[in-house]
């Protein structure tokens, strides 16, 4: 009778486990479903990004990534992408931008270095340029590094809503690097007024170190529930004064 009682305490415990696991996926659900919608109609949006916004998502180079508009079309199109300092000391060979029907090369003399400041500096307006100290923080060095920046024409036409498939190769040993891209809300503009978020950056890595691995929540809250009952089932067997469940 007492391992049968037994045996339906460790069901429960199971049972409660597992209601537990899904009332919290359904609020990490409802909390994702809550975030704001990407991009506004001033902004050009490049994917992929982080599912858990705001980080970007790493890809090894050469990586591929579609660009579009959120509303309005973006004209003269340019990529601009932004190097830490590890990466451009590593580099060894021109990064190279490529979409359907061109490409663009950017030689290692092609980057300029900035500490502060916006960039581009000059030939965009205040909503089509990035705060250096903001480019800092998310691709992740200290306040007081060099940046390395270039930014040249791509695309065979403006950006639009309908994305556009790009690939990025950046040929360094130790390689972090922010793609970005601007363009013009009004082919007549002399500057540039649109971009992508500054938190929404397309990123390109080469360093082969595996990223740390977080598991799944709902799957390890599960094992974590398996073994915390079977923890209990063991300590139960050990301590029973009277032996039943040995």
């Given at each position: 009778m007492e391992k049968v009682k037994t045996v339906r305490v460790l069901i429960l415990i199971l049972l409660l486990s597992a209601l537990s696991v899904c009332y919290f996926a359904r609020g990490k659900s409802a909390a994702a479903d809550s975030c704001p919608p990407i991009g506004t109609p001033y902004e050009i949006v490049i994917e992929p990004h982080?599912?858990?916004?705001?980080?970007?998502?790493?890809?090894?180079?050469?990586?591929?990534?579609?660009?579009?508009?959120?509303?309005?079309?973006?004209?003269?199109?340019?990529?601009?992408?932004?190097?830490?300092?590890?990466?451009?000391?590593?580099?060894?060979?021109?990064v190279v931008v490529k979409w359907p029907g061109g490409s663009i090369s950017?030689?290692?003399?092609?980057?300029?270095?900035?500490?502060?400041?916006?960039?581009?500096?000059?030939?965009?307006?205040p909503s089509g340029?990035?705060?250096?100290?903001?480019?800092?923080?998310?691709?992740?060095?200290?306040?007081a590094e060099t940046l390395w920046w270039a930014y040249g024409p791509f695309l065979s036409g403006p950006i639009t809503t309908t994305p556009q498939e790009f690939n990025v190769t950046l040929p360094s040993a130790y390689a972090r690097m922010l793609v970005y891209a601007i363009g013009k809300s009004d082919c007549s503009y002399t500057t540039f007024n649109l971009r992508v978020a500054e938190e929404r950056a397309g990123f390109v890595v080469t360093d082969m170190v595996p990223s740390p691995v977080i598991?799944?929540?709902?799957?390890?809250?599960?094992?974590?529930?398996?073994?915390?009952?079977?923890?209990?089932?063991?300590?139960?067997?050990k301590n029973s004064p009277l032996g039943f469940l040995k």
């Open positions: 982080g599912s858990y916004y705001p980080l970007p998502v790493m890809l090894l180079s050469p990586a591929t990534f579609c660009v579009s508009t959120t509303l309005y079309t973006a004209c003269n199109p340019q990529i601009l992408l932004v190097l830490n300092n590890a990466s451009y000391q590593g580099l060894t060979g021109p950017f030689s290692k003399s092609s980057f300029k270095p900035v500490t502060s400041g916006d960039i581009p500096p000059t030939g965009a307006s340029k990035y705060k250096v100290s903001n480019l800092k923080a998310y691709i992740g060095v200290g306040s598991p799944e929540v709902a799957p390890f809250l599960i094992v974590l529930a398996l073994c915390g009952a079977f923890g209990v089932y063991a300590w139960k067997r």
